[in-house]
RNA sequence: GCCCACGUAGCUCAGUCGGUAGAGCACGUCCUUGGUAAGGACGAGGUCACGCGUUCGAUCCGCGUCGUGGGCUCCA
């Protein structure tokens, strides 16, 4: 049979003869490195014996399924430490995941920390014994009885689970045997540096109703090094968490006493939240927009037309009463705004309506899912919901998708992942309304040049939707902005405008945040910065501090003369040693640090230096105006077109 | 909501095998006037999350409540 190694030689090798066979009869070197392969398409074990001719392709590490296959073999050698140290655990499932992996076992008690140490000694050991892992297929009786008679009773229903009459595979290492699918590394000895990370509860199948199992995490790879630079990077997301950020800078708090998940924001916080607040607002209106505002409760009655009593209740906090009727706290923007388009019969030539609102709602999260700024009960939108003609949809859609793109890259972000969810099995709407919507979505996505998936039966119950993921500083990506196609609320309130042909027609009505919440984006920028934030930003944009008293009202009156030209500046006249002043300066991330000594009110300047350390040297005042004038600009300049055409980023990939 | 862990000064944490607590930083006063990441002295600061129980006595033990953290989706 003819085989080919891609991008390498090809032969003839016999029949039979299995992928490292043919490979090393194809002169590949089979060192550790090579993990599995991809024979004509599928990723296999490299036992596997090959019948008839076949491309392929050997996998390192250096490959998503070359990784996943050497973590998936890692969480099986970590099950093998277990089963040999705690007999009675049972099996259950442990995949790999995007950079580690987890086992669930079935076990009395949780494991704890130096249970986990134990666990990790034992399986560093077991890589040393660099055991053979071999494959088996079994009937699915056969495994059955099999895991039954190793007490592995997990396992059994999970094959009970499987169609009749499939083979089942069955992984086994030295006396450690597991269902599994494959492939897997040759030997144990082929995974290099393992670390365990933590340990969960787990529910069986993901369902609180099901008993609760041991999660172990863990991570592993070739070198110890590479572990290393990966552990390291794990400090770093520690050390940027916007909870202990956010305390350390005093942007905000919340409090046993106020209620969980919901913020305060203190000055500094707040500060760079009107920061954005007024380049939102600025940038929607030349965007076309018009902002409103709505209040934060209305009639239950407003919800139960709106759909949200059925379809969002377990979200909404309970209901209140005022003079014998519910009154409901906002989960959402858009009836209000749909109220404001109602207010007036509308004409085919007011369209499109473009109704914009940093709107702060509140909804019911369940207690364990909260998270810092992350995930909060009270929280602003940047909403907006756009009312449009059929025809005008995908030009509206074209223009959001621009000036997202254009928003998150001011914010410092450059890289994107966008995703088309269709429809979704429980559903409104008609067929053609749905193929429609979805269309116009994904024509106005390609017509960016961008590059996206599909999410198929992702949308939500009431129509399509676009959404846009952003990556950080640290390879983390990020969910934010969304822009959905609403056929639902158009049709429950009975909007419409009078057409052309006199006629009332029903408009598209399209929701839209480009940030999501506002807390949520100052949270992911807290980290994505490391609390460093661009001048623009910054809560504080210069310190200005003296070295001795002498230079006490030098420092005041340039504090008062840069405050007045309209930057952020605090003044640090404390009697303490200048290096002791710029620690704290540094500490709190300020981006310019502006000193004065006798030196300085002599020749009329300041020292100026820089929150990494660079030293920028003397300037004048006016020469402090103008650097911090170009510091404190925002990275894009951008003006939305008034019709049409659109300045677009096509680098989003 | 569920499981596990945790809750001690503004912050980070130590401690008490049950006899009402301690450090560093921060804060205040004083000394020091020092040139780019920590000058010194003294001082103030705590209902040990909250409630109930056990006990002569609870911050410590038990139960409950509240809150925080990790996890509960990524298919053998």
């Known amino acids: ?23 090393q009869a194809l002169g590949v070197s089979l060192g550790l490195d090579i993990l599995a392969a991809r024979v004509n398409g599928t990723v296999v074990d490299l036992s596997m014996p090959l019948h008839g001719d076949a491309v392929i392709e050997p996998l390192r590490f250096d490959s998503p399924e070359g990784r996943e296959v050497y973590r998936h073999s890692s969480t099986h050698i970590m099950a093998q430490a277990v089963k040999e140290l705690f007999p009675t655990a049972q099996l259950t499932i442990g995949p790999a995941l995007e950079d580690g992996f987890y086992y669930d076992f079935a076990y009395e008690r949780p494991f704890t920390p130096e ?27 056969e495994a059955i009885e099999f895991f039954k008679a190793r007490g592995e009773h997990y396992k059994v229903e999970l094959i009970e689970g499987f169609p009749e009459g499939e083979r089942v595979s069955v992984y086994s290492q030295g006396d450690f045997v597991d269902l599994c699918r494959g492939p897997h590394v040759p030997s144990t000895g082929h995974v290099g540096a393992l670390k365990l990370l933590s340990t969960a509860g787990a529910y069986w199948r993901g369902d609180e109703r099901n008993p609760l199992l041991q999660r172990i995490y863990g991570t592993s790879f070739p070198t110890q090094a590479e572990l290393d630079t990966h552990l390291a990077r794990l400090e770093e997301i520690k050390r940027r968490d916007h909870r202990k ?52 409760v209305a009639r239950l009655d407003l919800w139960k037309t709106s759909g949200h009593v059925d379809f969002y209740r377990e979200n909404m906090f309970a209901p209140m009463k005022v003079e014998g009727s519910d009154y409901q706290l906002k989960p959402m923007n858009c009836p209000y705004h749909i109220m404001i388009y109602k207010s007036h019969l509308r004409s085919y030539r007011d369209l ?56 998150l890259r001011t914010f410092g972000f450059t890289e994107f992942e ?8 429980e559903s409104v709407g008609s067929d053609e309304h749905w193929e429609q919507a979805t269309s116009s979505l994904e024509a106005a996505i390609k017509k960016r040049g961008v590059t996206y998936r599909v999410d198929q039966g992702g949308g939500a119950f009431y129509g399509p939707k676009i959404d846009i993921k952003i990556r950080d500083a640290l390879g983390r990506s990020w969910q934010c902005s969304t822009i959905q196609v609403d056929f639902n609320n158009p049709q429950r309130f009975q909007l419409h405008y009078v057409g052309e042909d006199g006629k009332p027609h029903q408009p598209i009505m399209i929701h839209r945040a480009l940030l999501g919440s506002i807390e949520r984006f100052v949270g992911i920028l807290i980290e994505h910065y490391g609390g460093a934030f661009p001048t623009w930003l910054a809560p504080v944009q210069a310190r200005v501090m003296n070295i001795t008293d002498r230079q006490r009202d030098y420092v005041s009156s340039v504090s008062a003369d840069l405050k007045t030209a309209g930057f952020r500046i605090e003044t640090d006249l404390r009697n303490e040693k200048i290096g002791f002043k710029i620690r704290e300066a540094e500490k709190a991330k300020v981006p310019f640090m502006l000193v004065a000594g006798d030196r300085e009110v002599q020749g009329k300047t300041l020292s100026v230096r820089r929150r990494n350390g660079t030293n920028v040297g003397d300037l004048t005042v006016s020469e402090v105006i103008t650097l911090l004038r170009a510091e404190a600009a925002q990275p894009y300049q951008y003006s939305q077109p008034s019709q049409g055409g659109g300045l677009s980023f096509p680098s989003c990939a």
């Open 115 to 141: 249970d986990l140490e134990k666990i990790e000694q034992r399986a560093r050991e077991i890589l040393k014994r660099n055991l053979t892992i071999r494959r088996r297929e079994l009937s699915k009786q």
């Open 418 to 425: 966008v995703f088309l969810s269709t429809r979704p099995k």
């Open 1 to 23: 049979m003819k085989i080919t190694i891609k991008d390498g030689p090809s032969g003839e090798v016999g029949e039979g003869h299995t992928v490292a066979d043919a490979l």
């Open 245 to 296: 950020v956010g305390k350390d800078l005093d942007l905000i708090s919340i409090h046993d006493e106020i209620g969980p998940g919901l913020v305060l924001w203190h000055p500094k916080g707040a500060m760079i939240r009107l920061q954005i607040e007024n380049f939102w607002r600025e940038q929607h209106l030349n965007a076309g927009y018009e902002l409103v505002y709505s209040p934060h």
């Open 352 to 407: 499109p309506l473009r109704y914009g609102e940093l709107g702060t709602v509140y909804r019911y999260e369940r207690t364990g899912v909260l998270h810092g700024l992350l995930r909060v009960r009270g929280f602003t939108q940047d909403d907006a919901h756009i009312f449009c003609l059929p025809d005008q949809m995908e030009e509206e859609v074209s223009r959001v998708l621009d000036f997202t793109f254009y928003m």
